[in-house]
């Protein structure tokens, strides 16, 4: 292995064992309280695939579609107002990308063109941009295709850290990217990067597949996995180590191999993403013969919980709190809680597949029934137990 760890430190979380047991996972195994925030719908907010990027304390949830940047009301749901707007003017940006909140003063991170931007939430306006760095300048590498057309080593996706400096991702696309990660300071000066040691082979060399690597933090750290490895890598401003190997047994991805597999190939694999963690727990997502599933690691135990989806085909940990829908975790807010989406579409299906229960919840929960599946998204907060 590349990086050295004290064994004592680098845990195994075994899934190709717990498959075999999966079964429902319920969300009280960690979760003390559940909240629901519906985003308000109208003619006035109706957004391509949008998706919550942060939560701001009580007053503001952050959402981000295609081509809008816009906050809304942490405790009503209702929309407060776009912030900034997309075009060719100074004031403008060029797409609202992934980015969330500066967590050091509150501004708002949008796109550029080969920079990010930053806007106030105080004004609306422009108050920083931050170059994002040129990896060649650092020993990127430049692939050149038979037509002659060519692609350089660059950061495929950004992150702000809260430890006060931006978290740059480096997609393998030729396949011998010798840089994995790169944290620079929001000069746009590099602190610190890190070498990539895995490579592959290429297939077609015209042909570049995007995977969704992972990315989080936890207790003062970075955390990043790449969709082929196995293996969650733990990183600050000084040195990168690994933290997490998935066991994925016969059914691990060859990363390797990973450009020659076929269709059938890769849906016998099991591959993991959309990873989270806190104190007590790892929480991630498995991908397998073409089916999501939840799984959940604790870390005091090692042990690893696999769930099947529900009769209605809806994905997540199961909802015993208040028996509504399922919930899975995609980002953890700076106080500790766990926040995911439904889709309204979801929010629809599970009415039409669970009348009887339906029947049965609270009053402020069968004010849902009414949602258009063409809806705004419906955000979940969970309290963790302590």
């Not at 957004?47 to 939560?55: A, C, D, F, L, N």
């Not at 293996?231 to 190997?245: A, E, L, M």
């Not at 209605?312 to 926040?339: A, H, K, W």
Request: hydrophobic share 30%.
């Amino acid at each position: 292995m590349a990086y050295e760890l004290p064994a004592q430190d680098l845990k195994t979380i075994e899934v190709a064992e717990a498959y075999k047991d999966r079964y429902r996972i319920n969300l009280s195994t960690f979760a003390e309280s559940i909240e629901y925030i519906r985003l308000e719908t109208s003619d006035e907010t109706l957004y391509s695939y949008p998706t919550v990027r942060g939560i701001q304390g009580d007053s503001i949830i952050l959402v981000k579609s295609m081509n809008r940047t816009s906050i809304f009301n942490r405790k009503t749901g209702s929309f407060i107002r776009d912030i900034g707007h997309i075009g060719q003017d100074p004031d403008s940006y060029q797409r609202p990308g992934p980015l969330g909140f500066n967590t050091d003063n509150g501004n708002v991170f949008v796109y550029g063109y080969r920079k990010i931007i930053e806007y106030s939430l105080a004004t609306d306006r422009i108050v920083h941009e931050t170059n994002v760095p040129d990896l060649m300048e650092i020993g990127g590498v430049r692939t050149t295709f038979t037509s002659g057309a060519y692609t350089d080593t660059q950061i495929n996706m950004n992150y702000w850290s809260e430890q006060g400096y931006f978290v740059g991702l480096v997609t393998n696309l030729s396949g011998k990217d010798p840089i994995k990660v790169v944290l620079f300071s929001r000069d746009g000066q590099i602190i610190k990067f890190f070498e990539n040691k895995q490579t592959f082979e290429k297939k077609d060399p015209k042909h570049m597949k995007v995977q969704s690597n992972s990315y989080y933090e936890f207790d003062n750290a970075g955390y990043h996995k790449e969709y082929f490895s196995d293996t969650t890598f733990q990183f600050n401003s000084q040195k990168i180590q690994p933290k997490y190997v998935f066991n994925n047994g016969k059914y691990s991805p060859p990363y390797k191999r990973q450009d020659f597999l076929t269709d059938d190939e890769s849906n016998r694999l099991m591959f993991i993403k959309l990873l989270q963690e806190d104190s007590h727990f790892v929480y991630f997502e498995l991908h397998h013969q073409q089916q999501y599933r939840v799984g959940l690691f604790n870390k005091k135990t090692n042990q690893t919980l696999i769930s099947d989806p529900e009769s209605d085909d809806l994905n997540g940990f199961y909802n015993d709190l208040d028996n509504f829908v399922p919930f899975i975790p995609s980002f953890r807010t700076q106080e500790g809680y766990l926040v995911g989406t439904i889709s309204a579409e979801d929010v629809y299906t599970w009415f039409q597949s669970n009348k009887s229960k339906a029947n049965k919840l609270p009053e402020h929960l069968k004010r849902f029934k009414n949602i258009d599946p063409e809806d705004n998204p419906i955000v979940m907060i969970v309290k963790p137990k302590n």
